[in-house]
């Protein structure tokens, strides 16, 4: 079955600045009601908060708009990962990097430059068509449908995020933020 993942991840974290950030993230989303602390086997994990259908998509199909209190949960546990990490969407087949330069596509996929983003937390692309060196995480992809970056907060099984939430936790990091989906 898989759980569904959506991740919130913000583009311009550095890693030295990824878990302060991860942590002010987490308390704005404490603070709004979205999610809550719930303590858990001698640790605390983040489940929806009172007001957490003012922040997702309810259809009147789906068993959560049904729910009037939080006696069943809509959604699994909400994550902070403060690390270097690939974020994703579903693929279908490989995306191509779009050079921040020149904006060309280079449809080779760069193994090499991922292995040391996932040992290093750093790595660069050179662009075949203008020939200039950027950091992995300036690059962009087809369809929007990779990342590379410090820091994400993934929403396991909740229903759609609001691009209205996903925003605002963007305004309050003070960063660009994209949102992923993807069946894990």
């Given at each position: 079955m898989g759980t569904y993942r959506q991740?919130?991840?913000?583009?311009?974290?550095?890693?030295d600045e990824a878990a302060a950030l991860g942590e002010r993230g987490r308390a704005w989303l404490v603070a709004e009601g979205v999610i809550r602390p719930v303590p858990w086997r001698g640790d605390v994990v983040h489940l929806a908060g009172p007001r957490w259908r003012e922040a997702v998509e309810l259809?009147?199909?789906?068993?959560r708009a049904r729910i009037k209190d939080l006696e069943e949960e809509p959604?699994?546990?909400?994550?902070?990962?403060?690390?270097?990490?690939v974020f994703h969407s579903d693929l279908s087949e490989a995306p191509a990097a779009i050079c921040p330069h020149c904006r060309s596509a280079?449809?080779?996929?760069?193994?090499?430059?991922f292995d040391t983003w996932h040992a290093t937390g750093a790595a660069d692309l050179d662009c075949p068509?203008?020939?200039?060196?950027s950091p992995l995480p300036h690059w962009d992809w087809t369809?929007?449908?990779?990342?590379?970056?410090h820091l994400g907060f993934e929403?396991?099984?909740?229903?759609?995020?609001?691009?209205e939430l996903t925003a605002a936790l963007g305004r309050e990091l003070g960063h660009r933020i994209r949102q992923f989906a993807c069946k894990i």
């Open positions: 991740t919130v991840v913000d583009l311009e974290a550095s890693g259809v009147s199909w789906d068993w959604g699994g546990e909400v994550g902070v990962v403060a690390r270097p990490a280079d449809p080779a996929v760069p193994r090499e430059a068509a203008c020939a200039r060196r369809d929007d449908s990779l990342a590379f970056a929403f396991d099984d909740w229903p759609p995020l609001l691009p």
